[in-house]
């Protein structure tokens, strides 16, 4: 039978599977489907400009208010109008609604992250095992099920747009556009033609529809499992600042710090896929209708290699996972710069996503474990501050994507991953040496309290 702190995280997993069905398809789509004056990446950079904003200001104060249940509900519902915005597309509808998905986001992930860090607290004693291995196990279900979503979000697109009878033809003079090494607007390029109206209208349809599941799935599954923890802030009536400031004090702690590359780099390997590889390999080579087959090969193995790895972990530890992870990615971008992507190399549009899937699943889940160990008793602005740094990532690299060139973006996002290994190498050592206290073995109780 299963207990009920793994009930909650299948549940939390199947929810953020059901959401992020709809926006992580949404989010591959952007800079080819509504690719008129940056439009789309526009809005991207203006959602994670958003995710800092709360982060800094409304991300601890929600969660100690609401609870980590609806605050997840609540976050949700934001990402809910990024897909009605999406049903006509423009500035007026893209741009709010950017800014309602980026307030909704930080406290949606920073409240996912503390309930499965409590659920980790909570279960380690019953298992008699280090609190750190079942965090590391809980992350890592966590991003098996949720990464699945890319299979299934750009499986919709791709089918679906795939049956538009209105494919543009790519020619040889077309092709010697893609890539890195050349330094053009490939928005004039044949190949990012925008789907029939009608086929966009369905695809959106269906990613609102899943939206809605998944508040469904968690308002009425999800145990409060954090429900007295509210109840005793709102009745102690904490100085507001306290808890409004929060993410900022968190960074007297060195160890943030120096995670901060790390975090950043998150946002900027994540963009570049989504944003960069989708647009100026995929959809400028193949089409736009092969951009979702392309994302499918990075979920799939993002999925997978998530539930290895946490399970790895335990053996291995972090830090080697990291480097694995390093080596991957910086294999990846060496080979992308000198690649010219062409139809006839079809396989080879596939391999470099899984092999950017395998990389990614150490990122988010090892990342993620790694504030959770860290700041078992600050989790709420621990989890705030490594949404805020990665949204920053996203923000930067969103904002230059229109303006300088493939292969400067490549070196650009070399360059950050050698400063955040570096750094990330240097926080496992620290901790290491000097072990942070889990919750039951600390002087704080308040991490481990549950629902009466």
């Known amino acids: ?31 080819s489907l509504n690719a008129e004056d940056g439009m789309g990446v526009t809005s991207l950079s203006v959602i994670y400009a958003s995710i800092i904003l709360s982060s800094m200001f409304l991300t601890p104060t929600l969660i100690k208010n609401l609870g980590c249940k609806w605050t997840i ?17 423009g500035w007026y509808t893209l741009i709010p609604t950017s800014v309602i998905l980026g307030m909704g986001g930080s406290p949606l992930w920073s409240a996912k992250c503390t ?114 923890q509210a109840q005793e802030f709102r009745g102690n009536r904490e100085p507001f600042w306290s808890t409004f400031l929060a993410t900022f004090t968190l960074l007297k702690d060195k160890r943030l710090i120096i995670l901060i590359p790390l975090s950043m780099y998150s946002g900027f390997e994540q963009s570049f896929l989504s944003g960069e590889y989708t647009k100026n390999y995929v959809t400028c080579s193949l089409g736009i209708h092969y951009v979702g087959y392309a994302m499918i090969c990075f979920g799939a193995t993002n999925s997978l290699c998530s539930f290895m790895f946490g399970r790895l972990a335990e053996y291995t530890g972090r830090a080697p996972l990291f480097c694995l992870a390093a080596a991957n990615n910086f294999a990846c971008i060496m080979a992308l710069l000198f690649w010219r992507p062409h139809p006839d190399q079809l396989p080879v549009f596939f391999v470099f996503p899984a092999l950017w899937g395998m990389a990614d699943a150490v990122w988010q ?61 240097w926080a496992e050592y620290q901790e290491h040496n000097n072990p942070t206290l889990p919750v039951e073995e600390g002087n704080n109780s308040e991490d481990i309290k549950t629902m009466k």
């Open 365 to 425: 889940a090892q990342t993620n474990s790694l504030y959770g160990v860290l700041f078992p008793r600050q989790k709420e602005a621990a989890f705030a501050n490594c949404c805020m740094w990665e949204s920053l990532g996203f923000v930067i690299a969103f904002a230059y994507s229109t303006f300088i060139c493939l292969d400067t973006k490549i070196y650009i996002l070399l360059g950050v991953l050698i400063l955040s290994m570096v750094t990330c190498l």
């Open 73 to 89: 509900v609540v976050g949700m519902g934001c990402y809910v109008t990024y897909s009605i915005g999406n049903l006509y597309p």
């Open 1 to 31: 039978m299963i207990d009920r702190n793994m009930k909650n995280v299948l549940v939390v997993s199947t929810g953020f599977l059901s959401l992020f069905t709809a926006y992580g398809g949404l989010q591959s789509l952007q800079s």
């Open 115 to 228: 309930l499965l860090t409590i659920c980790g607290n909570l279960q380690a004693p019953k298992e008699n095992k280090a609190a750190a291995d079942v965090i590391n196990k809980y992350f890592g279900i966590f991003f098996l099920i949720f990464q699945s979503s890319a299979v299934w979000g750009n499986l919709m697109s791709s089918l679906i747009f795939g049956s538009d009878t209105d494919i543009p033809d790519i020619s040889e003079e077309d092709l010697q556009y893609c890539g890195a090494g050349v330094c053009i607007d490939i928005n004039v390029n044949s190949t990012t033609k925008r789907p029939a109206q009608e086929l966009v209208w369905t695809l959106v349809g269906c990613y609102i529809g899943v939206g809605v599941l998944a508040m469904t799935i968690v308002a009425v599954f999800l145990d409060n499992i954090d429900r007295d």
